[in-house]
């Protein structure tokens, strides 16, 4: 049976799969890939005090290279339904576009994805190497039962990956923009000031906190981390949260508290960046401000997967088919990226991402055909007949 890109988006679309819900659209993916010959198996994993979350890992094939494709079917809440032109999870066409929240997040990549790879095997069933396809339902959630254990579990079962496409939306205008070759780190850290409290009027008899964490956020800020590199622009600190609870506007508060986040390049590792954060907030202190440094566990590490033949097929295939030579470009927030490239290199590469996450998630019809169609023409060139 052969199935479009816009069909299969409509199906995945009317799948209600809000983070942790499957709702249907990894059901609806394993009928479609085992039809065609995939062996596919849904692990469902679970973590203390995390929801459990459906998974779905498939192969065509045995041989080598295995060339895997991987996303994610949960999506983001849709939010005041009311707001929305059509219904969320009605995978209705208006005019040229498709609207569904996952639209373009990214049940309308799995859907290109799904439709290139069936054609692929229906056309050259005997090829030589593999196809596979990874899909988690807790993306868009923690990313604690999804991605990396899915990854770990196919590790336990003897898989080997030679490379990996990830359908994030990647293009900020138009398909063939750009492609995501690596992704910032991202860490997360709490100072508290420790003081004396008292009374305004009082001062001396009490020790306000609030000049001293001035003083400390000004230290972390005040030199750049770097100055960015070849593929990656600077790492940057950014104090997001300043709090003292302290409602009296005639009491010195016992303690400010701050928070900041670092977006890091590869010039970093989260350890590394902890040490520079601990030692400039030392040198500020000295020895006459008491302050607790504390840093959250993070997964989210930087990563580059350098231009090579792999980026070159992908890149050949976007220009062919859009005319447009597309950016190799590592901006962006986190994704699932960070726990493949462990086991091997990847590429993201997806549709136009502009109504992500928003009210009318949309994408055009004509991306979803041309966006099909280069995932083929990378296949083509991957596994050379």
Known sequence: MEHSPLSLAQSLLRCPSVTPAEGGALAFSESVLREAGFEVHRPVFSEPGTPDVENLYARYGKGEPYLLFSGHTDVVPPGDTGRWRHDPFGGVIDGTELYGRGAVDMKGGIACMMAAALEFVRERPDFPGSIGFLITGDEEGPAINGTVKLLDWAKARGERFDACILGEPTNPERLGDMIKIGRRGSLTGHVTVEGKQGHVAYPHLADNPIPNLMRLLSALIAKPLD???????????????????????????????????????????????????????????????????????????????????????????????????????????????????????????????????????????????????????????????
């Not at 600190?237 to 609870?245: F, N």
């Not at 992500?356 to 023409?377: F, G, N, P, T």
Request: hydrophobic residues 40%.
């Open 227 to 385: 100055h960015g590199t070849d593929h990656f622009d600077a790492s940057n600190l950014e104090v997001t949260t300043v709090d003292v609870g302290n409602p009296a506007a005639n009491v010195i508060p016992a303690a400010a508290r701050a928070t900041f986040n670092i977006r890091f390049n590869d010039r970093w590792t989260p350890e590394s960046l902890e040490e520079e954060i601990a030692r400039r907030l030392s040198e500020a202190a000295g020895n006459h401000v008491r302050y607790t440094l504390t840093m959250e566990p993070t997964n989210a590490v930087a990563f580059l997967t350098e231009p090579n033949d792999f980026v070159g097929f992908i890149a050949k295939a976007i220009e062919t088919e859009t005319g447009i030579r597309p950016k190799l470009s590592t901006t962006g927030g986190t994704s699932d990226a960070r726990f493949i490239v462990r086991d091997c290199p990847v590429v993201e590469f997806g549709l136009v991402g502009q109504t992500m996450h928003q009210v009318d998630e949309r994408v055009a019809v004509a991306d979803l055909d041309r966006l099909a169609s280069i995932y083929r023409k990378v296949l083509d060139a991957y596994f050379p007949a």
